[in-house]
């Protein structure tokens, strides 16, 4: 197998990684309508399920391909570990994949439990409450949520949001930046003004599927107008 054989198997992959992190995006989607719908208990444990067994995979693939690199690094190195290729493979993968601690910490599956515990948590909060105008109040004085990335200026359609400064930014732009810093060994500051978080870093952003929702219902709702 030649190397270039190697890195067009790492690229398509990379592809199926993205579709898996697409299919948790759906699997979230789905939970929370059928939350909001007050769907059955076993469904929504099925669902979570399935976003266990996406998180299983992601995380395989990422020790997969990680450790394809680093093997084949130690081949252009020294060509005779080509003659132990599939021990070290083997020995490298398995390192790697025990170093993955726990699935229930992976950003996706994180933010589905919370949204889920979210929209729960507000639907006892509304059943409480018999005064429903006195509700209706609260939210609209409640600051306005915004749904402009600090960084691009315009309306997020991927929102993450940042667990140390709770700030909220569009994921790819947001990854841009850091990476664009990073280039120049330099931390990515978070750009809402009077915000004093100095170091924003990629393991800090975690979706936001219940903005996301609102985004989306906002822009319909723009459309029809
Ligand atoms: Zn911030």
């Known amino acids: 197998m030649s190397m270039s054989t190697v890195q067009s198997t790492l690229s398509t992959l990379k592809t199926c990684q993205g579709d898996i992190n697409t299919a948790m995006d759906i699997v979230t989607e789905v939970a929370l309508d059928l939350v909001e719908a007050q769907g ?6 099925k669902l979570q399920g399935m976003m266990m067994e996406c998180a299983k995979l992601d995380s395989d693939m990422t020790c997969f391909m ?7 690094a130690q081949v252009t190195q020294d060509p005779d570990v080509i003659l132990s290729l599939k021990s070290s493979f083997q020995t490298e993968f398995e390192a790697l994949k025990s170093r993955v601690s726990d699935l229930n910490s992976h950003t996706k599956v994180v933010a589905f439990k919370n949204s889920v515990k979210k929209i729960l948590d507000q639907e006892k909060q509304s059943e409480g409450g018999d005064d429903e105008e006195q509700d209706e109040e609260i939210t609209v004085t409640q600051s306005q949520p915004n749904y402009t990335c600090p960084l ?7 929102p993450v949001k940042n667990r140390k400064c709770q700030h909220h930014y569009d994921e790819s732009a947001v990854l841009a930046m850091i990476q664009r810093q990073q280039k120049n060994h330099k931390k990515f500051r978070c750009p809402v003004v009077g915000c004093g ?13 219940i903005l996301k929702r609102k985004i989306q219902a906002h822009k319909r709702q723009n459309s029809k107008t």
């Open 40 to 45: 059955r208990d076993d469904d929504q444990n």
């Open 66 to 72: 990680e450790a394809v690199q680093t093997v084949t």
């Open 152 to 158: 691009t200026q315009v309306e997020m359609v991927n």
């Open 197 to 209: 978080n100095q170091d924003v870093n990629p393991e800090d952003l975690l979706p936001d599927p």
